[in-house]
């Protein structure tokens, strides 16, 4: 097996036992993205020179016998919508081409400090709006399973850079499953914690009650030991709460690990009385059998006010969505037209038309028609009635089941040209949104291949702040699949 086909955790296994160093691991992953990313479209932009820096100051601190964390070495992709600093930050939109961040987030922050090897920023959909990076100014990102589908979306470049072993593993972010959503279709985990659990300082803001950075990864271990770092409080996001798990620590022996007595699920109804793509179905079924072959209990539950979930997230998100896309300007930053003005009026309009692309200003307009007057009560104040509605239905779920079960997307990965409607490519995102609505940790996780090529992602929903019991069943069905 050549180095970048491992996980995070054989790699700094490797490094501790020194089998390799940090230079030959990055070297070989920056070969890899030369070689492959042609054909896949994952990366914005390669840090290529940072990452060799950053890999002989690792090399350096392991010959001289120096403490090291869990990540060091690590080589890491981040979405391009989160600030490194002194490197572009495109959010996948024409408004922000060229515009270079002045600062790192804090996310970024946190991996630096633990001497994580930042490969490079990947592909999205424009302002992470989207479920298949083709609203990307940038180009799709084709799935590394099978060139003529999409990676999905938005964190696509995330999903397809790990797939493809371009990056061992990857930062995403999540307003309504865009790190799950990707990792449904590339076949691999994708983490979004509790709302508040990652700070959002220095993250581009979509819709931000609903925005979570996640992890997108090969396995659980991988995702566990990367929320280790990035988690926590920061006083620069005051919506950031700290580290649920406060350092999770598990035994991954099979017989521990494995063990998933007496842990309860609940999958909506609503869900099985859907029309579900059959492929998807046969998988979550065996998904069912594995759980239960392995002590869980797994039930149907009522929940009918899942039923708003599409209506009710389009309409809060595009309302955040068209307050927050009000900062492009392109006087403080952005895109700036270089045909005439007359006055400032004409200037926004020329630079905002250019800079933006179909979907992004879809929303817009959508959401400042939610947001404008009467509008306000008849559809706005609505929706946050019903998100308190599915907020009060799944707590009370939550009283009596541990974690909410379903199939992460309700379809296959699309072919990238699929000639779908908006309004079907919203549905793409029926299963992951209750969890945003929430602020509830989720993950998904991959099965293995069909005959097709193809996996699909099961996807585990658990209680806020219970981040750590819904990493251990996730743990516990991932072992239980190998055969
Ligand atoms: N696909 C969803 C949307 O387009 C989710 C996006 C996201 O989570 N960033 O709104």
């Not at 922050?109 to 930042?118: A, C, L, M, P, Q």
């Amino acid at each position: 097996m050549s180095l970048k086909e491992l996980k995070a955790w054989e790699i700094a296994e490797g490094y501790r036992n020194r089998d390799f160093s940090c230079t030959e691991v990055t070297e070989e992953f920056l070969n890899n993205i030369e070689e492959k990313d042609k054909d896949i479209n994952a990366y914005l932009t390669v840090t290529k020179d940072l990452a060799l820096e950053q890999a002989k100051k690792v090399d350096e601190k392991f010959n001289n016998r120096e403490e090291l964390s869990e990540i060091s070495g690590v080589p890491i992709s981040v979405k391009d919508n989160i600030s490194v600093k002194d490197v572009k930050l495109t959010c996948g939109s024409k408004m922000l081409e060229n515009y270079i961040s002045p600062y790192d987030a804090t996310l970024v922050e946190k991996i630096k400090s633990n001497d994580g090897v930042i490969l490079g920023k990947v592909n999205l959909d424009e302002f992470a709006m989207g479920a298949s990076t083709r609203t990307s100014y940038y180009g799709v990102t084709k799935n590394p399973l099978d060139l003529t589908r999409v990676s999905g979306g938005s964190s696509g470049g995330s999903a397809a850079s790990v797939k493809s072993n371009q990056a061992a593993i990857s930062i995403g972010t999540d307003t309504g499953g865009s790190v799950r959503q990707p990792s449904s279709f590339c076949q691999t985990v994708g983490m979004k914690p509790t709302y508040g659990s990652i700070s959002r300082f220095g993250v581009s803001t979509m819709a931000n009650t609903f925005d979570q950075p996640g992890v997108i990864a090969k396995d659980v271990r991988d995702a566990i030991m990367m929320l280790n770092v990035i988690e926590g409080r920061d006083e620069r996001d005051a919506t950031s709460v700290g580290n649920p798990g406060l350092n999770y620590n598990f035994d991954y022996s099979d017989d521990v690990i494995k063990n998933l007595e007496g842990v309860k699920f609940a999958i909506p109804k609503l869900y099985l009385e859907m029309n579900l793509n059959e492929r998807v179905r046969k998988e979550l079924e065996e998904a069912i059998k594995v759980l239960r072959d392995n002590g869980a209990i797994v039930e149907e539950y009522d929940i009918d006010s899942l039923g708003y979930t599409i209506e009710t997230y389009n309409i809060l998100v595009n309302g955040e969505i068209a307050s927050n896309m009000a900062r492009f300007d392109s006087i403080r930053y952005g895109h700036r037209t270089s045909k005439d003005y007359e006055n400032i009026e004409e200037m926004y309009r020329a630079s905002r038309s250019e800079g933006f692309g179909e979907e992004v200003k879809r929303r817009i307009m959508i959401g400042t028609h939610i947001l404008s007057m009467d509008n306000a009560d008849e559809y706005y104040y609505k929706a946050l009635k019903v998100r308190g509605l599915i907020k009060n239905d799944m707590d009370k779920m939550f009283k009596d089941y541990d974690i909410m079960l379903c199939p992460t997307v309700p379809t296959l990965p699309f072919k990238i040209d699929d000639d779908m409607s908006p309004i079907e490519m919203y549905q793409a995102d029926l299963f992951t949104i209750p969890a945003n609505m929430i602020g509830a940790p989720s993950i998904s996780l991959p099965m293995p291949l069909g005959e097709d090529g193809l996996s699909i992602g099961i996807e585990f929903t658990g209680k806020r702040f219970k981040d750590r019991d819904l990493l251990k069943a996730a743990l516990g069905f991932e072992r239980s699949l190998i055969k």
